[in-house]
């Protein structure tokens, strides 16, 4: 029903930016979802970065990014977006893009559990050089 393809991942020096995008092709456009970003990086669990509801506005983030990286998403383009700015060798990983439909939300709890989210991309490489 949806797909999710990002892009915009390279490799960066410490102290440097980088801006992920995610594009949303299906049914449904981006307003009907919940959208986030996760990561992985090598022999560690994947863990939430970043979330942004349907409505726009709301947002939350993990406390390892907060003050250094900003979500935000542009319906009428079905895009998501992660500017990650201040970057540490510690952001090194498989960034996610993921989807949680608005119907049944995210609930009360954690809103970056992963078990939450029903579509995921493919991911893209971020890499951070000290």
């Known amino acids: 029903q949806v797909q999710l393809v990002e892009s915009g991942g390279g490799s960066v020096q410490a102290g440097g930016s980088l801006k992920l995008s995610c594009a949303t092709y299906?049914?449904?456009?981006?307003?009907?979802?919940?959208m986030a970003w996760f990561r992985q990086a090598p022999g560690k669990a994947r863990e939430g970065v970043a979330v942004i509801y349907a409505d726009g506005r709301t947002t939350y983030y993990a406390d390892s990014v907060k003050g250094r990286f900003t979500i935000s998403a542009d319906n009428a383009k079905n895009t998501l977006y992660l500017q990650m700015n201040i970057l540490k060798p510690e952001d090194t990983a498989m960034y996610y893009c993921?989807?949680?439909?608005?119907?049944?939300?995210?609930?009360?709890?954690?809103?970056?559990?992963?078990?939450?989210?029903?579509?995921w991309g493919q991911g893209t490489q971020v890499t951070v050089s000290s």
């Open positions: 299906g049914t449904y456009d981006m307003g009907w979802f919940h």
């Open positions: 993921a989807a949680a439909p608005i119907n049944p939300g995210l609930g009360v709890g954690q809103p970056l559990s992963e078990d939450k989210y029903k579509f």
